[in-house]
């Protein structure tokens, strides 16, 4: 038989498969990555046929409306397929995604970023790349989704959250964070979709690796499945089974890299690099597509856009529930984050009381005092630790934990999982509906440092909460002892890091972190008890302004001494020193956010920072310091590891004290 | 029966059971974190017996002798345990180990630290306390155990690496990259106990997990086994079967944490605090201890040394072995780590050719040709990369992988596990005989800091080669980006970060690494081409001052110009540009390496920086720049977060251009 075949543009819609309308995913990631000369056009090639079944049959969104509560999460995890998102969402109808942005693939400008960007084109959950993020980000969400039905019920909150993860995504280690935290929480509405391709970039994963991911999965509590990945109705058979089932489910996709490439396909050749002029043709010749680049024949096109009008009228469903119900007003207030202003009342009336009584306490405490004001005040706000809740005091009273199966309590015990911790407080916050915050060791940030990067990349409102945060800890040592960890986390864009000195600062940070709702904030906060240090009351929330002058003097200061945190007491003390003893007048500044005092204008810094020669005084490296030191300016910190010992003894020892301050006050104002 | 028990002082050593020894080690245990006040008494209490059998019975190793480099290498992953260790060392005889040490647990400049570290007491392998390091340090030692015995055989090189990991290791997401990599790899020499003692720091583990840790061990290619972990035959069967396993191997030991304690056993109040004088008094009843606070019946320590005899014997053996083998000189001079300085004569060579061709490529090709020479010249160096070899370009000509089974090779595909990778390299390079280098992008160093820290604050040895070091990687996008890394890297004590502007840098950045042999180097590479910039050659490794004047100008220059890496092209072209247009002649100042810098004498810092006013160009955040930019320095480089477009685009959309460092060079030269 060699009959010729219909031009595709003629086709019937009644007769157009699945088959092609995957084709159609193939030819344009193909066409994306050749035109753009760079991108990774094996895995959307691979994975055309699995994405198709979820969108065509399963998946609920309505893309007129990307932001739909309800609708189900799509999470590519292995995101330099990032092509078969853009594909999908140019099928589906996106309408942010035309062809005009497929075309310009990786350009300046485009939605169509190298790897899929939440907030460059709609419907992009969230941020993928670093491989790992997505599958854990995605835990969050489902986790989201399980407490927010358990408050709203089915009729508001029902939705899946599907994701597409690699074999980097499964080798990474948040990955088994991640999955130990989403069988343990029993979150069902968990679906990964594993593309097991058996490649990586270095080559086959045998390289590399010879994990049975299906018995990991399900030493993890998943329901697993294996299919063909290329088997339509196995896919949607499979798809069927997970969504009913009671545990989260893997469903490892047996799967050709770059499938449909006839020379090039299986092969790691295809991962991440164009497939070249003379291979583009040869697959659309075996994959019998007729259509110009970027060109996608009208029939298929209204096969996908079936899709989305199934999409759609559950929408329209949902707002009928919406509108009838009882908790419809409160479920649309949640989604808006909306914290009643009484709140800030609270928390300026308790930055009162704690000032007058001169309150002492570490800041981990009085965070712990400001959090029981916050929790009380509203539900949004869902907490939790990495295992070190009673350290971190990040559990208030009537907080009930979030347990297997059972959502009515807004506490998570995520265990010793920092970076999946906050990749799942990423999904919290992306989910919609609540302020995720969560603790562990300032020095174990480290471990998170991943996703701490992308909750600032999404300007995401998650809220870090660091303790132990320098050799104040003292006897756990240089291990647990931070001292790059400021300078890493104010060197990353988009992240608000805040170190209060005293219970009436911490106060204010947490109320402009709650507050700053486009950004992540990190508050960093002292195992050892600190005195209160601001002098009298003010009603103005001082600390939002990044850095002020606590302690001014009568006339002109010889010395300014700049401070953060725990080290502000010393400078305090060293101010009386000098007075005392000296007849200096040294004006004290606190620092408790250099990013919010480089916000500030230019005529209130240098009034803040005066012209008097400075001490900056932190107990951690002095990296970033010199933007506020000048020419000749000292800082008092420290300059390699800590070490095990108590915390006064630490001070002592590493010479971080306030007799080496007015030491060092008295050279500079010779 | 109310018979008096005989005076422990007078047992017999014949009548002393294996239960005494452990009792000593839980004694011990309480005492010293009852004395310091901090500690975690729980874990050393609850694993005792393991430990008691481990160490009794199997362990090779010579207290005497404690660098024996055959000697079998034991890890407290679970460091928060540490008085098991410093109890274990006490009593197997270490010199430095006193009972003084004991008394001064977690006291400023003991042994005795709060964690074990490396370095501070003899016979610490490596620094363990962040959760999970130990293990995937441990993976590390046992493949280099069985690369040198490849090498060397079974009579110089045959022993086994014995980890003691706790829950909180089995959750750290580097547990699975760790895991994984040795399940394939077959290091059947790698035996890791679990304290499977059902307790968190937030109560019982079953609040954050449900994980079947026998069967995902399974599932990663380890032996598994389950045992009490108080039954001393028990125990001793399971070492016995796992060390002729072919496979690593896992023992679950079922524990009681803080046994003994009557009260409080079995419960997470025994894990961070010391018990109290009432439930120590409590414990030494039921324990029929009667010895005073840190006094250990001299019988019982006389059967603590018969363990230590036990491998003195076998390094006495070992010696004769050595001494008769003909690898026996080769071997010695590996443990050395001795390079033959040919080496360096022929990476002066290399840079005296480049410079006069003016090779232009990217440093990391570049770095290729380097390790091409120093693969050749030492194989002392063991490579690979966190699946990314063709591009980091880690893999010279002749260089065969390790397999599984098969260990003659001396590339490592570390899989996409960049966590495992570092912890590796840290365990490749304290086991001896190694220097390790591994590649992943710079964007990703994020995911193996708590294993980069760890190099730095051990001294260790390790070369990261971090390629994609900026925007200038191009379409990939912000994800892959590093903006605040340097940052971040710069700011850790007793690292080096390396970021050549060309091949020649490239070559003198690689010596300085290979000759810097108690430091951790990070050597930071483009992806793009770079011209070569140095103007002449010079015989002297001009890198290795940190910062050097690349380009003079004959009269005193009205502006400095500072640069590192790719951006020293820029400083370059926009000096000929102000030379050119205006007559203004810039001086060029490369600095490579910021923290070599710091440590020259600063007559030399001065006359590099000169009195100019100065323009700092990198491609990344600016935290840290101030400290050379002085005051009214203008700094370009990132504001923020990158973007996804081809590199040129790139630099031009943030401003990093000639004309933008013209256009500051002008408004401060008026």
């Avoid at 005009?100 to 190298?114: N, S, W």
């Avoid at 690699?166 to 990964?192: F, N, P, T, Y």
């Avoid at 908790?327 to 928390?347: K, Y």
């Avoid at 701490?452 to 995401?460: F, N, P, T, V």
Wanted: aromatic share 6%.
């Amino acid at each position: 038989m060699n009959t010729q075949l219909q031009p595709q543009s003629i086709i019937e819609p009644a007769i157009v498969t699945e088959q092609d309308m995957a084709d159609a995913i193939r030819a344009l990631a193909m066409d994306g990555v050749q035109k753009a000369n760079s991108g990774h056009p094996g895995m959307p090639m691979g994975m055309a046929d699995v994405a198709t079944v979820l969108f065509n049959r399963f998946i609920k969104i309505d893309p007129s409306h990307p932001d739909w509560p309800d609708r189900d999460r799509f999470v590519l995890s292995a995101g330099h397929g990032s092509m078969l998102q853009y594909a999908l969402h140019y099928l589906i109808g996106y309408e942010d995604m035309t062809v005009e942005e497929l075309q310009r693939f990786r350009q300046l400008g485009a939605r169509t970023a190298g790897h899929p960007e939440h907030g460059h084109a709609l419907g992009i959950e969230t941020t993928t790349g670093p491989l790992g993020q997505g599958i854990a980000t995605a835990v969050g969400m489902a986790l989201a989704e399980r407490v927010s039905n358990a408050r709203y019920g089915d009729g508001l909150v029902d939705h899946h959250t599907y994701v597409i993860a690699g074999d980097g995504c499964l080798q990474e280690g948040i990955s088994h964070e991640a999955i130990d935290l989403a069988g343990h929480l029993k979150l069902s509405r968990l679906i990964v979709f594993w593309d097991n391709n058996s490649i990586s970039i270095d080559g086959p994963t045998s390289l590399s690796t010879s994990m049975n991911q299906l018995a990991r999965f399900q030493a993890a509590g998943f329901d697993v499945q294996e299919i063909d990945g290329h088997d339509f109705d196995a896919i949607g058979r499979a798809i069927s089974r997970a969504r009913v089932s009671n545990k989260p489910s893997l469903i490892s996709c047996r799967t050709i890299i770059g499938k449909g490439a006839p020379n090039l396909q299986g092969s790691e050749k295809t991962h991440g690099a164009p497939l070249g002029e003379a291979e583009v043709a040869a697959a659309r010749h075996v994959l019998k597509w007729r259509a110009a680049p970027f060109e996608v024949p009208e029939a298929i096109l209204e096969r996908w856009s079936d899709a989305a009008a199934r999409g759609a009228a559950e929408r329209a469903k949902w707002l009928n529930r919406v509108a009838s119900a009882p908790e419809g007003a409160a479920f649309v207030r949640t989604i808006g984050r909306e914290i009643d202003t009484s709140l800030f009342d609270e928390l300026a009336e308790f930055r009162r009381t704690h000032q007058a009584k001169a309150t002492k306490v570490a800041t981990r405490k009085a965070s712990e005092m400001v959090l029981g004001i916050i929790n009380a005040a509203t539900d949004l706000t869902i907490g939790g630790s990495a295992d070190l809740t009673h350290s971190n005091l990040t559990l208030t009273a009537g907080m009930e934990p979030i347990k297997p199966g059972s959502y009515a309590g807004r506490y998570i015990h995520y265990g010793i999982r920092e970076h999946a911790m906050a990749a799942a407080m990423n999904g919290l916050a992306l989910h919609g509906g609540f302020i995720p915050y969560g603790g562990t060791f300032l020095a174990f940030s480290d471990y998170a440092r991943g996703a701490i990067r992308l909750s600032a990349l999404m300007g995401q409102q998650v809220i870090y909460v660091m303790t132990h945060d320098s050799i104040g800890l003292g006897e756990d040592g240089p291990t647990h002892q931070p001292i790059e960890h400021l300078a890493m986390l104010r060197a990353t864009p988009n992240l608000n890091v805040y170190r209060p000195c005293d219970i009436v600062e911490t106060a204010e940070c947490w109320e402009q972190a709650l507050k700053d709702r486009n950004r992540p904030s990190l508050i960093v906060l002292s195992r050892q008890n600190l005195p209160m240090c601001r002098p009298a009351n003010s009603e103005e929330n001082r600390s939002a302004r990044g850095a002020y002058i606590l302690r001014a003097t009568s006339q002109p200061s010889p010395i300014t001494l700049l401070a953060t945190g725990s080290e502000v007491e010393i400078a305090c003390v060293a101010a009386d020193m000098l007075s005392a003893a000296h007849g200096i007048g040294a004006r004290v500044v606190s620092m408790p956010c250099w990013e919010l005092f480089e916000q500030q204008p230019s005529e209130y810094r240098e009034a803040v920072l005066g012209t008097a020669p400075r001490i900056g005084i932190e107990a951690a490296a002095r990296l970033g310091w010199d933007r506020y030191l000048g020419d000749g300016g000292i800082f008092i910190g420290m300059e390699g590891f800590g070490a095990s010992a108590p915390a006064a003894a630490l001070y002592d020892h590493f010479g971080i004290t306030p007799g080496a301050v007015v030491e060092a006050a008295l050279r500079l104002a010779a």
